[in-house]
């Protein structure tokens, strides 16, 4: 590898921090619940993306290929994951803290669109979860489903309605 093409590699990871990296870091968060190991995901994300780039990977779509690599990486957590007694916590100076109640209810309503989302026909549970779960734009998602953005758009909304329905008769 060349001194110019390691340069133009930083140069599009840093890009790639600066845009995404909140993005990454609040959907690991909404995966795992623990901000530290989300923001370590997330490091690792971007560990995992340079290490590609070294190795003389391309990548189309950024975003969603940083998405990609951090659901798998969030998988693996969740088979790791061991559970801890909150007395052992407590004695290692862990303290709960009270929970904001609209901020509970919001995550709580979160989940059960994302849960809504599931019964939903196959055709609209992609787009749903590309647009409000992973957050791509309609150009990303046409990208990663090789469809055209007015038919990507088509499908969002009519999801959107079909996710309203299922919410009101839940």
């Known amino acids: 590898m060349t001194q110019t093409q390691e340069l133009e590699q930083r140069r599009i990871l840093t890009v790639a921090h600066s845009d995404y990296g909140k993005g990454l870091t609040a959907y690991a968060f909404y995966k795992v619940h ?40 969030i998988v693996d957590q969740y088979r790791k994951h061991t559970t801890t007694s909150l007395d052992v916590l407590v004695e290692k100076g862990f303290e709960p803290v009270a929970v904001d109640s609209n901020r509970f209810l919001n995550v709580l309503d979160g989940k059960a669109a994302v849960l809504l989302i599931e019964r939903l026909p196959l055709t609209y549970q992609r787009v749903m979860r590309m647009r409000y779960v992973q957050d791509l734009s309609l150009g990303e ?30």
């Open 141 to 170: 998602m046409s990208l990663v489903t090789g469809q055209s953005r007015n038919t990507v758009a088509v499908q969002v909304h009519r999801g959107l309605a079909k996710l309203k329905l299922l919410h009101n008769h839940a």
């Open 34 to 73: 623990d901000h530290s190991t989300g923001e370590d995901l997330v490091q690792d994300t971007f560990l995992k993306t340079w290490k590609y780039l070294v190795k003389g990977g391309r990548i189309e779509v950024m975003k969603a290929f940083l998405y990609h690599i951090l659901n798998h990486l």
